[in-house]
């Protein structure tokens, strides 16, 4: 190798290290110059991890500045994941072992804290690994102690002092009021994709019912933020304090509700019920609402059976979650089914709100309805007067489809519109329902052009109350009742032998039908709906949208952040048969009216009132004996009207025996 050769190898060596080493020059000018506040921010973020705080839900209070629901402290047993992961594996199992243990002394068999449960819950993705999981709550200060005491046998374990929903009236307003929840991944789902100031976590709760849940986003307090930095081992090394936000307390809501009226309501719906038990009545469940006509704000509304809010907070187990839902519970608590595969009813639903989802036939308080949609289609006036011999005869024979009577087949003469509602008379509404089916040709009229009147009050949809689950209630209209039967013909042909002309018979609208609604029993509705209709006349004509809510404030400030202002549904005009009705209403709680006998002795002078009585027939059990009636009643204050009250109690009996008293003792 000549000397000129190695001197061309040196230099193509030298060449490609000061090309390698250039490379790697640019490399590193590229990270530590145009990279390093991104590269910064990406090492930043995996040295730290942020941990949501929880913060205190605002309260809910009456009309009068009354706290109906609050927060209190409740004390909590709580593990440490973060050091619970640092213990030897051999003792970790031995801590799950003493802790279970210990919670379990002085409880029942059924509700003994095991290893498994808090193995699973040390293990469930819904809590964060960097706060305390919470294993057991409200335990006792004498417990507090032993775990403080003991802190050497229960390293990781904490006892931590943290707010709790309180419901200080216990079962008061609960159905108005509602209860909180763990979040379900459906919710959990829904409120992460939209975000907002107000995040949620996997073990947060929410808003399940009631006002709890319509007005959730402002009872939510906003969540604090604590930041810490983790190790590569996801440890904890320090909370980084500079970027801590404190929990704020969710807003206050006021009701429009009145406790003390509230209070009376559901004392006289409980108290009537019980007091109608015996016999055929069962008696078991019912609703009442109590409305201010001059807006649609709720004064009282109640529901029976109920339950306390205070039960469901922190979960309940499956078989007192079965009881509430009115279930049979099993062995295991989740409901027994029948061989339908439905759960089977052991009693009724503690958790319905019956004032406002309860569909129940109206009956005779279906008349102001009916009353209104006939003057209004023109097939009566307010004096026009007939014969009421105690039936009304739609075709030769005496089948109940062909001859209908007044209830016990009582006769009131000549009556005309202010006196058929006096002394309900079914037999002047059955003639409405006749003329508005068989009559609708010669006068010009739509086939449902009752119910299109009906409707003007408000029956058939839902009222737009600011609380969940509310039921529309149900206006049949001939086009309906095809809809349904040929719904039932496609579920179930062999129902009809297989023959598409018997359904479309089964669906036929007859005139017995018609009949039926006009005196409230081919209708369903709700009591707030009831009071609402009433509550439209009582005022001289406005359809009010009911609110339970008057106004949203800042956390104990009386700084108004959202007022529910009254909202009209629609006008309606009672034109010149108002004074009528007014009278025929009035005449209800006088003697000789259906609730005279209830309201005997009482202060017409300083109070005068207007009602009317509802008995609804129920139909047949299984065995195909009758069911015991409803009993219905609505009133309200004639001078300058400042309620209207609607009372339903299932299985009570007349109108008269049970709902009326209800309303006579609110």
């Known amino acids: 190798m000549n000397p000129d050769t190695s001197r061309h190898r040196l230099g193509l060596l030298a060449i490609t290290a000061i090309s390698l080493f250039g490379a790697l020059f640019a490399r590193l000018w590229f990270l530590q110059g145009v990279e390093a506040s991104t590269l910064e921010a990406k090492v930043t973020s995996n040295a730290t991890r942020t941990v949501i705080t929880p913060a205190p839900r605002g309260r809910i209070l009456d009309r009068n500045g009354v706290v109906l629901v609050q927060n209190r402290e409740s004390l909590v047993v709580a593990v440490d994941l973060q050091a619970y992961k640092r213990l030897d594996t051999d003792e970790q199992p031995k801590l799950l072992e003493r802790l279970a243990a210990t919670l379990s002394r002085g409880r029942e068999p059924a509700d003994a804290v095991t290893t498994k449960f808090l193995h699973d819950r040390l293990n469930d993705a819904r809590f964060s690994p960097y706060r305390p999981i919470p294993v057991a709550e409200d335990i006792t200060v004498d417990q507090e102690i032993y775990f403080r005491e003991q802190a050497a046998r229960f390293p990781a374990v904490l006892v931590e002092h943290q707010t709790v929903r309180d419901y200080p009236y216990k079962s008061l307003a609960a159905h108005v009021l509602g209860y909180v929840g763990a979040l379900s991944e459906e919710e959990y789902a829904k409120h992460r994709a939209d975000g907002g100031a107000k995040p949620y976590e996997r073990s947060d709760e929410i808003g399940k019912s009631g006002v709890e849940r319509s007005y959730e986003p402002f009872l939510r307090g906003t969540p604090g933020r604590r930041v810490y930095e983790v190790d590569r081992s996801n440890r904890v090394v320090r909370e980084i304090t500079s970027e801590r936000v404190e929990p704020k307390q969710g807003d206050d809501v006021y009701l429009n509700l009145d406790l003390k009226v509230q209070y009376e309501a559901e004392r006289a719906l409980r108290g009537r019920l019980l007091a109608a038990q015996g016999g055929r009545n069962t008696a078991e469940a019912g609703g009442v609402v109590v409305l201010d006509p001059r807006d649609g704000s709720v004064r009282a509304m109640a529901s029976y059976p109920t339950y306390d809010p205070s039960d469901l907070v922190g979960g309940i187990g499956q078989a007192q979650w079965s009881d509430l839902q009115g279930y049979e519970p099993g062995p295991d608590g989740t409901p027994v089914l029948d061989e339908d595969g439905d759960p089977v009813v052991a009693g009724p639903s503690k958790l319905l709100n019956r004032a406002t989802a309860g569909g129940y036939p109206p009956a005779s308080t279906f008349k102001l309805a009916t009353a209104y949609a006939a003057l209004k289609t023109g097939i009566i006036t307010p004096q026009d007067t007939i014969a009421d011999p105690g039936y009304y005869r739609f075709c030769d024979g005496d089948s109940g489809g062909c001859l209908k009577t007044n209830a016990g087949g009582a006769a009131h003469g000549s009556v005309n519109l202010q006196t058929a509602l006096t002394v309900s008379s079914d037999v002047y ?46 206006v049949p209209t001939p086009a309906s009742e095809a809809e349904i039967a040929q719904a039932l013909y496609d579920q179930n042909p062999a129902a009809y032998d297989n023959d598409p002309a018997k359904a479309e018979e089964a669906g036929r609208w007859r005139t017995g039908f018609e009949a039926d609604l006009a005196i409230g029993q081919k209708v369903t509705a709700t009591p707030l709906q009831t009071a609402n209709a009433y509550a439209s006349l009582a005022n001289g004509g406005t359809l009010w949208t009911p609110h339970v809510v008057d106004r949203v404030t800042k956390a104990n400030s009386p700084t108004v952040i959202q007022d529910i202002a009254p909202k009209a549904i629609r006008q309606i005009d009672w034109g010149d048969a108002q004074a009528s009705l007014i009278a025929g209403f009035a005449g209800v709680v006088q003697p000789g009216g259906t609730a005279g006998s209830t309201f005997a002795g009482f202060p017409f002078a300083s109070m005068p009132l207007a009602g009317k009585t509802g008995t609804a027939q129920t139909g047949e059990d299984a065995q195909g004996n009758e069911k015991p009636d409803n009993s219905l009643f609505v009133a309200w204050n004639l001078a300058n009207p400042e309620w209207v009250a609607s009372a339903m109690l299932e299985g009570a009996g007349a109108g008269a025996q049970a709902a009326a008293p209800a309303i006579r003792m609110i």
């Open 429 to 474: 509404f059955y003639r409405i329902g006749d003329i508005a089916w068989e009559g609708r040709s010669a006068r010009g009229l739509s086939d449902d052009a009752l119910q299109e009147r009906i409707r003007d009050l408000g029956y058939g949809a839902k009222t737009g109350i600011d609380l969940p689950a509310e039921a529309p209630g149900l």
